[in-house]
């Protein structure tokens, strides 16, 4: 059977709400085709239908080697981190999926990214609490190193002297 049949009957399983059905077409389609990028996020979302939380993010992270910013992916990656009970690896999967966002989104998807938005802010705060009791066990907070905090954090941009020379895709800024 050839992949585009592979698909159309695992989207006919799934539809009919027989998840280990699709599961079953999906694997053979990777088997056959593993740079197919959709049948990757399928597959997740069917393994995340049959409440396989592990099972989903291996797979989503196979997606993820195929397209390392697609913003979707990105999304359900931190979605099932956080069901998984990953609170912090989450929290940083939501902010790396919402630096992807893109221009224009489906109005569908509006809920997503404004979830997406308040669990990124909750573990924004969560991290600059415990970074200020860090800090302050050892050293009393300054002005700079709140700065610091934040920048890193990104919840306030922190002050440039001038242009950045340099970008490394993946790494945050931080002022010093």
Request: glycine share 8%; with cysteine; hydrophobic share 45%.
């Amino acid at each position: 059977m050839d992949t585009d049949e592979l698909e159309k009957r695992a989207d006919e399983h799934a539809a009919r709400r027989d998840f280990a059905g699709a599961i079953a077409l999906l694997k053979q389609l990777v088997s056959q085709q593993p740079d197919h990028f959709g049948a990757w996020i399928k597959l997740s979302a069917m393994r995340n239908a049959v409440n396989d939380g592990a099972g989903s993010l291996r797979v989503i992270e196979n997606a993820l080697n195929l397209r390392p910013f697609d913003f979707s992916a990105l999304l359900m990656r931190a979605n099932q981190l956080g069901r998984l009970g990953r609170h912090h690896e989450a929290g940083l999967g939501f902010g790396h999926a919402l630096a992807q966002l893109p221009n224009a989104i489906p109005a569908k998807m509006q809920p997503m990214v404004e979830a997406a938005r308040r669990h990124y802010a909750a573990w924004q705060s969560d991290e600059q609490a415990r970074l200020h009791d860090a800090v302050i066990a050892v050293t009393p907070m300054t002005a700079k190193l709140d700065q610091f905090i934040s920048s890193l954090l990104r919840i306030t941009p922190f002050e440039r002297a001038g242009p950045t020379d340099y970008c490394y895709p993946g790494l945050g800024e931080a002022g010093f």
